[in-house]
């Protein structure tokens, strides 16, 4: 009498079976498939060992968060030409939604357009350096007129002739 084959066994080879098993397992898989040791997915990936052991055995609690698992697990499926999206998707099935927040344009604008640029960075109003050039100009060129540096030519009125020595 032959033996019935796991549950695990036949699983992988049907896309609805690598989904059964999970993210982890299916990069395990996929990594074991494309005959890559955890070592040479570490180094390539700069994943440490203990990031990646923890992902392929799905503990979530050793793994950062949010975004950063997302990330994660983006960048482990395009190494191993994945369905990134597929994949993406089982993350959200087993840790809840991963995907970023959108933000409400309403709450950017709480701060209100005067103190905040587009980038979100303090907008800076140069009108006091301005003023502060302006007059170290204008002190100076009335300097330079009356140390006599200034040709004639170009003081066309009198009364900037007559503060010349």
């Known amino acids: 009498m ?6 695990e066994e036949a699983l992988p080879e049907s896309p ?3 989904a059964a098993m999970g993210v982890g397992a299916t990069l395990r898989h996929l990594r074991e498939a494309k005959g890559y040791s955890p ?8 994943f440490s060992n203990r990031q ?6 799905e503990q979530w609690d050793r793994l950062p968060g949010g975004m ?11 190494f191993l030409d994945a369905d ?11 840790v809840g939604n991963t995907a970023p927040k959108p933000v409400s344009i309403s709450s950017a604008n709480s701060l209100g357009p005067a103190d905040l640029s587009i980038q979100g960075e303090p907008v800076h109003r140069p009108w006091g350096w301005i003023i502060v050039i302006l ?6 060129g009335f300097y330079a007129i009356e140390r ?8 066309i009125f009198d009364w900037l002739k007559s503060l010349k020595k």
């Open 2 to 7: 032959t033996q019935p084959l796991l549950k």
């Open 16 to 18: 609805a079976g690598m």
């Open 39 to 46: 070592a040479e997915v570490s180094a390539r990936l700069k």
């Open 52 to 57: 990646l052991e923890a992902l392929e055995t």
């Open 68 to 78: 950063s698992l997302r990330g994660f697990v983006k960048n482990y499926g395009r």
């Open 84 to 94: 990134v999206d597929a994949l993406l998707v089982m993350l959200d099935g087993q």
């Open 135 to 140: 007059i170290l100009l204008f002190v100076a």
């Open 148 to 155: 006599g540096w200034v040709p004639d030519s170009w003081l």
